[in-house]
């Protein structure tokens, strides 16, 4: 499922459907989806691990730079409060981003506190794709019930909020623009097709 193509495909289908964009891992993705739908908007980023941060979604300026070059429209990035590697400072690499790119940018944050935080220091959108995901925020699972209504009240009004991570249904989707959401991001209930055809064979086996 992580072929290029196979990427392209599905991101073409859901476009063709309905979606008003995709979010892609990888400059390879990216740019195989760029190529095939040239009007795409596209929200891309670079997952890589790194020995001394638990940072992981474009974590560095070298995958800031390698998402843009690959055509995103918007570039999303970690923005918790956890140290990143090498010792970069989020600040600076917004700043920079925004002065040397001209970017979009997408806050991936876990808490209301960071999500505030990355927009005063310059990010454009702001998910919440890291809540429960962070060590911060283990114990609670996502959807981000607890923080989308208070996100959108205390967020700029030009400030994007996107509701990402957990959504499993239309359902919930719509629940999430109720809360405050601008947008829906869904994952795995939509590309997840191993874990789909798992779950089927789990339930009828038994």
Same mark, same amino acid.
């Given at each position: 499922?992580?072929?290029?193509?196979?990427?392209?495909?599905?991101?073409?289908?859901?476009?063709?459907?309905?979606?008003?964009?995709?979010?892609?891992?990888?400059?390879?993705?990216?740019?195989?989806?760029?190529?095939? +739908?040239?009007? !795409?908007?596209?929200?891309?980023?670079?997952?890589?691990?790194?020995?001394?941060?638990?940072?992981?979604?474009?974590?560095?300026?070298?995958?800031?730079?390698?998402?843009?070059?690959?055509?995103?429209?918007?570039? !999303?990035?970690?923005?918790?409060?956890?140290?990143?590697?090498? =010792?970069?400072?989020?600040?600076?690499?917004?700043?920079?981003?925004?002065?040397?790119?001209?970017?979009c940018l997408m806050a991936d944050v876990d808490s209301l506190e960071n999500g505030l935080?990355?927009?005063?220091?310059? +990010?454009?959108?702001? =998910?919440?794709?890291?809540?429960?995901?962070?060590?911060?925020?283990?114990?609670?699972?996502?959807?981000?019930?607890?923080?989308?209504?208070?996100?959108?009240?205390?967020?700029?009004?030009?400030?994007?909020?996107? +509701?990402?991570?957990?959504?499993?249904? !239309?359902?919930?989707?719509?629940?999430?623009?109720?809360?405050?959401?601008?947008?829906?991001?869904?994952?795995?209930?939509?590309?997840?097709?191993?874990?789909?055809?798992? !779950?089927?064979?789990?339930?009828?086996?038994?």
């Amino acid at each position: 499922m992580r072929d290029p193509q196979v990427i392209a495909a599905m991101a073409e289908a859901s476009l063709n459907n309905g979606a008003l964009g995709v979010r892609l891992e990888s400059p390879e993705h990216i740019g195989a989806v760029r190529r095939r +739908c040239p009007e !795409a908007l596209i929200i891309g980023l670079w997952k890589r691990t790194f020995p001394d941060s638990a940072v992981y979604i474009t974590p560095g300026w070298k995958e800031i730079q390698a998402v843009w070059a690959a055509g995103a429209d918007v570039i !999303a990035l970690d923005a918790t409060e956890r140290a990143r590697p090498g =010792g970069a400072q989020l600040p600076a690499l917004l700043q920079r981003a925004k002065q040397e790119l001209g970017a979009c940018l997408m806050a991936d944050v876990d808490s209301l506190e960071n999500g505030l935080r990355a927009a005063q220091w310059g +990010c454009d959108w702001v =998910g919440t794709t890291l809540y429960g995901y962070t060590e911060a925020t283990a114990s609670q699972p996502p959807p981000a019930w607890p923080v989308l209504a208070p996100l959108r009240q205390q967020l700029p009004a030009d400030v994007m909020l996107i +509701c990402e991570g957990g959504i499993a249904s !239309a359902q919930q989707a719509r629940q999430a623009l109720d809360a405050g959401a601008d947008a829906v991001v869904v994952g795995t209930a939509i590309t997840g097709v191993d874990l789909q055809v798992a !779950a089927y064979q789990r339930a009828l086996a038994t």
